[in-house]
């Protein structure tokens, strides 16, 4: 009884527009709740990136802390504790390292 009272065709005038606007009003939700703050991170994290420079002490996505030696053009080169240097993308960090230490002590 239930499937057949969902497939029966609305019986007011003017289903179109309150259809339309229904739809219309869940786009612009998901606009300001979902896509518009996930675009606006994204941009700020790639401002930060690229104003990093050689002495910033940072930390990869993969959780390795140190601090940068020399800057490339898509690369960085992190020097880590024990003098070991390493080649990371700049689309593999994560953030400021005294940032996440700051994190780790509250």
């Given at each position: 009884?239930?499937?057949s009272t969902l497939l029966m065709a609305p019986t007011e005038?003017?289903?179109g527009y309150s259809s339309f606007?229904?739809?219309a009003l869940l786009m612009v939700v998901f606009y300001f709740f979902f896509i518009r703050p996930q675009a606006k991170k994204a941009k700020e994290t790639?401002?930060?990136r690229?104003?990093?420079k050689k002495g910033d002490k940072i930390v990869t996505i993969g959780g390795i802390h140190g601090k940068i030696v020399e800057v490339q053009d898509t690369t960085f080169t992190i020097e880590v504790e024990d003098g070991s240097?390493?080649?990371v993308?700049?689309?593999a960090i994560a953030g400021d390292a005294a940032d996440q230490l700051g994190n780790q002590q509250k």
């Amino acid at each position: 009884m239930l499937t057949s009272t969902l497939l029966m065709a609305p019986t007011e005038g003017g289903g179109g527009y309150s259809s339309f606007i229904l739809l219309a009003l869940l786009m612009v939700v998901f606009y300001f709740f979902f896509i518009r703050p996930q675009a606006k991170k994204a941009k700020e994290t790639r401002k930060y990136r690229e104003a990093l420079k050689k002495g910033d002490k940072i930390v990869t996505i993969g959780g390795i802390h140190g601090k940068i030696v020399e800057v490339q053009d898509t690369t960085f080169t992190i020097e880590v504790e024990d003098g070991s240097r390493l080649r990371v993308e700049k689309t593999a960090i994560a953030g400021d390292a005294a940032d996440q230490l700051g994190n780790q002590q509250k």
